[in-house]
């Protein structure tokens, strides 16, 4: 059964400062992964995904991911954080044909 | 931009008693999810339907729990004699097919908090 690791309950960074959110994953075939934000009081929304090709994705609001099949790893990226990106981060796998897994959530913190 | 909207946001019902939450999903997606989160947990799926019939589902998803969607537009979730570890935050979701609807995003609604006394 696919699983999804993230290892930081908690990031916190600079405004202004490159940030990364860490997720690891482990499915028995091709992955397909996401990542989807959180924000208080409010459903998750979709920032990008990984189905196939290039390993750097670009998605919403600035952020990008980068698949590393090596590693299993598939890592939240913005080269400039904002404050408005204080939230809660869940990355997600997904095998062809089952359901979407979870991990526990990054809450993400930037600070002014 | 389309939502996925659920009602209502907020729910408190006696322990054993039924409740029914409500979505309606994104007008031209096909599958339809369920999902819950405990307060503090992790976002678990329950169950997904598509085709008028359910396709997958948790062990989560036990015989308390049942979807329906019993028109164009809604889509349900019945939970009957609620326990109080029933309480969380349920999520509605839509997604297209487009092809491999195992790649497709999923759009989620805000979320209804069932409160269980």
């Known amino acids: 059964a696919q699983s999804v690791a993230q290892p930081e309950d908690q990031v916190n960074v600079a405004e202004g400062n490159p940030l990364t959110v860490k997720c690891t994953y482990s499915?028995?075939?091709?992955?397909?992964l996401f990542w989807y934000v959180q924000y208080p009081n409010r459903g998750l929304q979709f920032l990008l995904k990984?189905?196939?090709?290039?390993?750097l994705v670009k998605g919403s609001y600035g952020f990008e991911a980068e698949f590393n099949k090596s590693q299993t790893s598939f890592h939240l990226k913005k080269p400039s954080a904002l404050v408005s990106d204080s939230a809660l981060y869940f990355c997600a796998v997904r095998d062809i044909g089952t359901p979407l897994v979870f991990g526990k959530g990054t809450r993400l913190s930037v600070i002014a | 931009e389309p939502e996925v909207t659920q009602t209502p946001s907020h729910q408190v019902t006696q322990m054993g008693q039924e409740v029914i939450l409500r979505c309606v999903p994104i007008s031209n997606h096909l599958y339809f999810y369920w999902y819950r989160q405990i307060l503090g947990q992790k976002v678990e799926f329950l169950v997904s339907?598509?085709?008028?019939?359910?396709?997958?589902k948790s062990e989560i998803f036990d015989d308390q729990f049942s979807v329906e969607r019993p028109d164009g537009s809604n889509f349900t979730l019945k939970i009957r004699s609620t326990k109080l570890e029933d309480s969380a935050m349920y999520f509605c979701?839509?997604?297209?097919?487009?092809?491999?609807?195992?790649?497709?995003?999923?759009?989620f609604g805000d979320g209804t908090r069932l409160s269980i006394l």
């Open positions: 990984y189905i196939t090709g290039d390993n």
């Open positions: 979701a839509s997604s297209d097919t487009g092809g491999d609807y195992s790649n497709q995003p999923q759009h």
């Open positions: 499915v028995s075939g091709n992955p397909y």
């Open positions: 339907f598509y085709n008028n019939e359910i396709s997958e």
